[in-house]
T-cell receptor, first 112, second 113 residues
């Protein structure tokens, strides 16, 4: 079945450092790809998405590009802030926005 | 516009008991999905309801059942609770047509002692 793999955390960075969180997927067909973020004590919030190959999703300084050839959707941010500390989940869904599959999550801690 | 609301926020039960969790979807959404998130893991899909019927189901035993009401709200029921059922239970809503985004509630933290 479909699956999502993420780099293991936790990831600890200093403020203003560059962030990359790797995500690769296995899926049949043409999935849509997502990054969700979970702050302590809260549910998941959509951070960004991409629905087809070579699409770039972006939001709040975060970016990820849908790479079909490498089946990847790595999350990047040029300069992280303390407020970015959270757990980040890579996910995919089928063409119709159903059958969401989530990765295990990567915890990010940003130190001042 | 209220987002997805879940109740209760926390719940403590003992093994063998039964529990009911509730979810109200975001306004305009007609589909409700339930996820189990164990500590340190990603959400695992339990099932999805649309038009008051279970449309899809993940790899969970029959002890997990649900219901959707005409106003699109939903319940998750778990019977014969096991220690391993302790987790954060997340409800997510979406629109069946043209709505690939999931909107999540803050979850119900269930502890089974």
């Amino acid at each position: 079945g479909d699956s999502v793999t993420q780099m293991e955390g936790p990831v600890t960075l200093s403020e203003e450092a560059f962030l990359t969180i790797n995500c690769t997927y296995t899926a049949t067909g043409y999935p849509s790809l997502f990054w969700y973020v979970q702050y302590p004590g809260e549910g998941l919030q959509l951070l960004l998405k991409a629905t087809k190959a070579d699409d770039k999703g972006s939001n709040k300084g975060f970016e990820a590009t849908y790479r079909k050839e490498t089946t990847s959707f790595h999350l990047e941010k040029g300069s992280v802030q303390v407020s970015d500390s959270a757990v980040y989940f890579c996910a995919l869904s089928d063409l119709y926005g159903q059958n969401f599959v989530f990765g295990p999550g990567t915890r990010l801690s940003v130190l001042p | 516009d209220a987002g997805v609301t879940q109740s209760p926020t926390h719940l403590i039960k003992t093994r063998g008991q039964q529990v009911t969790l509730r979810c109200s979807p975001k306004s305009g959404h007609d589909t409700v999905s339930w996820y189990q998130q164990a500590l340190g893991q990603g959400p695992q899909f339990i099932f999805q309801y649309y038009e008051e019927e279970e449309r899809q189901r993940g790899n969970f035993p029959d002890r997990f059942s649900g219901h959707q009401f005409p106003n699109y709200s939903s319940e998750l029921n778990v019977n014969a609770l096991l220690l391993g059922d302790s987790a954060l239970y997340l409800c997510a809503s979406s629109r069946a047509r043209g709505g690939e985004k999931l909107f999540f509630g803050s979850g119900t933290q269930l502890s089974v002692l």
